[in-house]
């Protein structure tokens, strides 16, 4: 599909008046008062190998385990941030379906291992911290913080433990870091993180994600398929049902669909409405619904007569930002500061762009097939003295985000609302005749771009016969 076929309909509407009909977010952006760059606008559509998922792929444990072998322990993947590893010697604990590893910060950088003792197995770390060695508190084996085998007990019943010998050094992940995200890949054939993230990097250059800290950490435990939770983030089609106090003020099929090879983006825009409300809205009901504002109450913000929802709401945006980024934020476009930037690296990491400071990530709860983790992050912008780490606050399957997770605010409710729709999904995916779910060719360009790549990364390197 062409820019040119998805587009015309929508510019056609738009011109013409019609209620509720916005531009394309490719030209929408054209109007702002502050522009964006160019190559932040330009369209990469996708035209998906298939719009048919087999359903399998989010119910079956054959599938998991499918993933296990040729996703899991051979892609990259968003492990932990650079500041979890303020000092040497600290470290985390990341889990994935089933494996455990510790990501350390050495004297030599950061460097990751298999999470098990190399004697009788038991895990090495089973909780985040700091230490000078890797000692397993089953019969005292002990590895240096370069996974070097240091000490074994009753050495002289083991005669074949050398401790110079490779074999008895703790395996090792890769490890590559962009723009303080820490990520690892347990295959030492794999290709380097530059090469894996190509192009993303230049487009976070504007938003200097080095320089932010982790202001909020929630964990929302989920009775789905990791997959299942992902794919509610990933179009805006679901905005009108399961976000109706946005409908007025997020649009949807005008929304931008860009896939760049391991890395995809979704952007949705502020300011304009989805496209099946049925009621016709004005600039300054739109600001109204943005801001909260019931009856009767006064905008905090200045709208004149002529004013636009976005121009209003981006000069605003502008001034809340200006006391973290001082007057740059004057050069900063409309775009980036409103819009919701949804950028995804294959398989399961979304860091927003533009000026927002959302993060997401979706795994296994544990080797569970049925389970996930999804778990929200703010990334904050911060000048001086970097500001302390936030904890994990964990939400469990049947708790509230809006009432376990204050720190998220108004994204808590946001959070809850998909939520309620993801352990049902997976329910009707277990009890439906169907095989396959259908996807749109545009607004769900970008889950048909991801299973188009499980494909390649598990169906394809499966010796056996996958739909």
């Given at each position: 599909?062409?820019t040119?076929?998805?587009?015309a309909?929508?510019r ?5 008046g019609e ?5 394309p977010?490719y030209?929408?952006v054209h109007q702002?008062a502050?522009?964006?760059p160019?190559y932040?606008r ?13 359903i ?5 444990r054959?599938w ?10 051979k892609v ?10 303020p000092?040497?010697?600290?470290y985390v604990?990341y889990?994935?379906a089933g494996d455990s590893?510790?990501?350390v910060?050495?004297r030599d950088g950061?460097?990751a291992f298999v999470?098990a003792?190399?004697h ?11 230490c000078?060695?890797?000692r397993?508190?089953?019969h005292?084996?002990t590895?240096r913080l370069d996974?070097s085998?240091r000490?074994v007990?009753a050495?002289?019943e083991?005669?074949g433990?050398?401790?110079?010998s490779p ?8 490890v590559g870091?962009?723009g303080?995200?820490?990520f ?6 794999a290709?380097p993180l530059?090469?894996?993230?190509g ?5 976070f250059?504007?938003?200097d994600?080095?320089?932010?800290y982790?202001?909020a950490?929630?964990?929302?435990m989920l009775r789905c ?7 509610a983030?990933?179009?805006?089609l ?5 976000h109706?106090?946005?409908?007025p003020?997020v649009?949807d099929?005008?929304a ?9 983006r979704?952007?949705?825009p502020s300011?304009?409405?989805?496209e ?15 801001l909260?504002?019931r009856?009767?109450e006064k905008l ?5 007569q002529d004013s636009?929802?976005r121009?209003?709401?981006s000069?605003a945006?502008r001034e809340?930002?200006r006391?973290a ?9 409309d775009a980036?500061?409103l819009?919701?930037?949804?950028y995804a ?7 927003w ?7 997401y990530?979706?795994r296994?709860n544990?080797?569970?097939?049925d389970?996930c ?5 703010f ?5 001086g003295?970097r500001?302390k780490?936030a904890?994990?606050?964990?939400v ?11 720190e998220l605010?108004?994204l808590?409710m946001?959070?809850?609302q ?5 352990e049902?999904?997976?329910?009707g995916?277990?009890?439906t005749?169907r ?8 607004q ?5 771009w991801r299973?188009?790549?499980?494909d390649?990364w598990v169906r394809d ?6 739909p």
């Amino acid at each position: 599909m062409t820019t040119a076929d998805w587009a015309a309909p929508l510019r056609e509407a738009a011109q013409s008046g019609e209620a509720n009909k916005s531009l394309p977010w490719y030209e929408l952006v054209h109007q702002d008062a502050v522009a964006l760059p160019e190559y932040l606008r330009e369209a990469h559509h996708y035209t998906p190998k298939s719009t048919e998922v087999p359903i399998e792929r989010y119910t079956s444990r054959e599938w998991h385990e499918l993933e296990k072998e040729h996703l899991w322990r051979k892609v990259w993947q968003f492990a932990c941030r650079e500041e979890h590893l303020p000092e040497v010697g600290s470290y985390v604990v990341y889990d994935i379906a089933g494996d455990s590893y510790v990501v350390v910060r050495t004297r030599d950088g950061i460097k990751a291992f298999v999470n098990a003792c190399l004697h009788r197995g038991r895990t090495l770390k089973d909780y985040d911290g700091r230490c000078s060695e890797f000692r397993c508190s089953f019969h005292g084996f002990t590895w240096r913080l370069d996974g070097s085998l240091r000490f074994v007990p009753a050495r002289g019943e083991l005669p074949g433990v050398d401790l110079d010998s490779p074999e008895w050094a703790l395996p090792e992940a890769q490890v590559g870091t962009w723009g303080g995200f820490v990520f690892i890949n347990p295959d030492p054939a794999a290709e380097p993180l530059e090469a894996f993230l190509g192009g993303l990097p230049d487009h976070f250059a504007r938003w200097d994600f080095e320089h932010r800290y982790l202001e909020a950490h929630v964990a929302k435990m989920l009775r789905c398929n990791w997959k299942v939770a992902q794919e509610a983030f990933d179009e805006g089609l679901h905005l009108g049902a399961t976000h109706p106090q946005s409908s007025p003020y997020v649009g949807d099929v005008n929304a931008a669909v860009d896939v760049y090879g391991n890395w995809a983006r979704q952007i949705s825009p502020s300011g304009t409405p989805v496209e099946d409300l049925p009621v016709e809205v004005e600039d300054i009901d739109i600001v109204k619904r943005m801001l909260d504002i019931r009856e009767g109450e006064k905008l905090p913000i200045p709208f004149e007569q002529d004013s636009t929802a976005r121009g209003s709401m981006s000069a605003a945006a502008r001034e809340r930002w200006r006391a973290a980024l001082g007057d740059e934020v004057d050069e900063i476009s409309d775009a980036e500061l409103l819009d919701h930037w949804n950028y995804a690296i294959f398989p399961n990491f979304h860091p927003w762009g533009g000026y927002n400071r959302v993060v997401y990530r979706f795994r296994p709860n544990g080797d569970k097939h049925d389970e996930c983790i999804f778990e929200v992050m703010f990334l904050t912008p911060y000048r001086g003295e970097r500001p302390k780490t936030a904890e994990c606050t964990y939400v469990g399957f049947d708790q509230s985000a809006a009432e376990k997770a204050p720190e998220l605010s108004t994204l808590a409710m946001v959070m809850d609302q998909d939520c309620f729709n993801m352990e049902a999904v997976q329910r009707g995916l277990s009890t439906t005749r169907r095989t396959r779910a259908t996807l749109t060719e545009y607004q769900e360009a970008m889950i048909a771009w991801r299973h188009d790549l499980l494909d390649e990364w598990v169906r394809d390197r499966d010796s056996g016969d996958r739909p």
